[in-house]
């Protein structure tokens, strides 16, 4: 009998995590583990709003694959995936590749969902990739640079940040901090900066517990953020958006962080999807194909209010592990675990040393939150690639 071929798509935290457990886990020649990925870097994706701002340099959250994967065990094919077939168990890349499996996992992570408001697609960044990020931080820079040859336009210095989820806010907190130095280098006057964070719902951070979004506003209100709350957004134009009730905010720089969709490979696949995420089986398989994992931000799967779970890093690496761990079991047919997922909490960043969080039932606010988050991020990268990728990563 050939040896079984494990295909892994994409080399994000469940990807990557499914990787690592193969690794562990399987012994020479029990499979063949290829890993398919855009880039040959792992991005830090929970790290993305930093290098957005201007805060840290893109470098810093990226890692060249071949830090963290062991080439004698795991296959690494660069390349865009374009479709899968799981009918004949292939997927097909954007150069015309074709990769045949006999398991398949998607991690592909995932798009923005734009809920089809006219113009953000066009005229709006997002923080979903290193390049992204590059994009928004030069962006951010030209306007500033372009103002002082323009100086009647002060819209070049406005940026709106569309929602106010957890993304947004952090990418809220980093601007802040940003704004002070941006406005040294490009010689603007501070008071004529503008920074909005828009929420259709009526609070910022909308579902968590209120204490933390109030300390979190507060926060942001005191570094200079405009909140614009109870007031979707209805369409970005070059100029900037309009609002739901018909003002218009003039911007040069306008991001969305209105929240993410599974990405758009999945559904063009054929796959049945809500928003873009597949409901998974209590073992991560798309219904229909039991040779079909899927984990992280394409995987969705609910709590037992029958909620779903909120896409994160945290059950993305989670679901890797147990992904790999049960590609294992299944080519010694042992029993499958199914997936539970084990929540340690939610942490958020507000710029520098500032954070709100809960662990366990414990809040912490400030300081300890932005430590704690520190933490839990080295605490990720030790699990990826040992105590030396997490040295080199740590910043204070
Ligand atoms: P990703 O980590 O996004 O990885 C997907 C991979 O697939 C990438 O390497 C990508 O290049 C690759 N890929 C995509 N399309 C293709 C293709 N067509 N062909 C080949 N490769 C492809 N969650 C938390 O738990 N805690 C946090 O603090 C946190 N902070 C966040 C901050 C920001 C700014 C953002 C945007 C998200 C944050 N999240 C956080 C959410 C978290 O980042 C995601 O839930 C997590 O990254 C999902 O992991 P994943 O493996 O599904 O996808
Ligand atoms: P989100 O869905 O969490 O938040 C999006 C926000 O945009 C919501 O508050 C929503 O009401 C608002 N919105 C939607 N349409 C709008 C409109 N037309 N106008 C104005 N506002 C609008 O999305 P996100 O913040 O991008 O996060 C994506 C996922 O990543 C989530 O699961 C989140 O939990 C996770 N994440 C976690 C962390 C963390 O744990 N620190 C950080 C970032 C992201």
């Known amino acids: 009998m050939s040896t ?10 469940g990807g990557i995590l499914t990787a690592l457990q193969l690794e562990k886990k399987l012994n020479y020649n029990e499979a063949e583990v290829t890993l398919v990925n855009k880039h040959d870097y792992h991005y830090i994706t929970t790290w993305l709003h930093e290098p957005a701002a ?5 470098d810093h959250a990226r890692v060249d694959l071949s830090r963290i994967i062991d080439k004698n065990k795991t296959k690494f094919v660069k390349g865009v995936v374009k479709s899968i077939q799981p009918e004949n168990q292939t997927v097909t890349l954007e150069d015309g590749r074709e990769l045949a499996y006999d398991y398949l996992v998607i991690g592909l992570g995932s798009s923005p969902e734009t809920f089809g408001i006219e113009g953000l697609k066009e005229y709006a960044f997002s923080i979903r990739s290193i390049n992204s990020v590059r994009q928004i931080r030069e962006h951010i820079e030209y306007k500033f ?23 947004g806010t952090e990418f809220c ?35 968590f517990d209120k204490e933390l ?17 109870g007031t979707p957004i209805k369409q970005c134009t070059p100029e ?5 009730d ?39 398989r798309a219904p229909g194909y039991d040779n079909v994992f899927v984990v992280g931000d394409c995987a969705l799967i609910f709590n037992d209010q029958g909620r779903p779970y909120p896409p994160t890093a945290q059950i993305a690496v989670q679901e890797g592990e147990n992904c790999g761990e049960n590609l294992a079991n299944l080519l ?9 997922p084990a929540l340690q909490g939610t942490l958020a960043s507000l710029g520098k040393g500032e954070g709100i969080g809960v662990v366990g039932s414990k809040k912490l606010f400030g300081t300890s939150a932005a430590l704690m988050k520190k933490a839990s991020d080295l605490r990720y990268l030790y699990k990826i690639g040992g105590v030396g990728l997490a040295l080199s990563k740590v910043k204070l």
């Open 4 to 13: 079984p071929k494990i295909l892994i798509l994409g080399a994000g935290y």
């Open 54 to 58: 201007g805060t840290a340099p893109a």
């Open 145 to 167: 640079a372009s103002y002082n040859s323009e100086p009647h336009r002060t819209d070049y210095l406005t940026i709106v940040v569309g929602g106010a989820g957890f993304s």
């Open 173 to 207: 907190g980093e601007l802040a901090d940003r704004i002070p130095e941006l406005c040294k280098e490009f010689d603007v006057d501070p008071n004529l900066v503008k920074i909005y964070n828009v929420e259709a719902a009526p609070t910022a951070l909308p579902g």
């Open 213 to 229: 979004v109030d300390y979190a506003m507060e926060v942001l209100t005191r570094k200079g953020i405009e909140f614009r709350l």
């Open 240 to 244: 900037g958006i309009i609002l739901a």
């Open 246 to 284: 018909g003002e218009e905010i003039k911007a040069g720089t306008v991001v969305w962080t209105g929240g993410v969709r599974g990405n758009e490979v999945v559904e063009k696949s054929g796959f049945e999807v809500m928003r873009g995420r597949i409901k998974v089986d209590e073992f991560l």
């Open 332 to 340: 010694r047919n042992a029993e499958l675990k199914p997936f539970v």
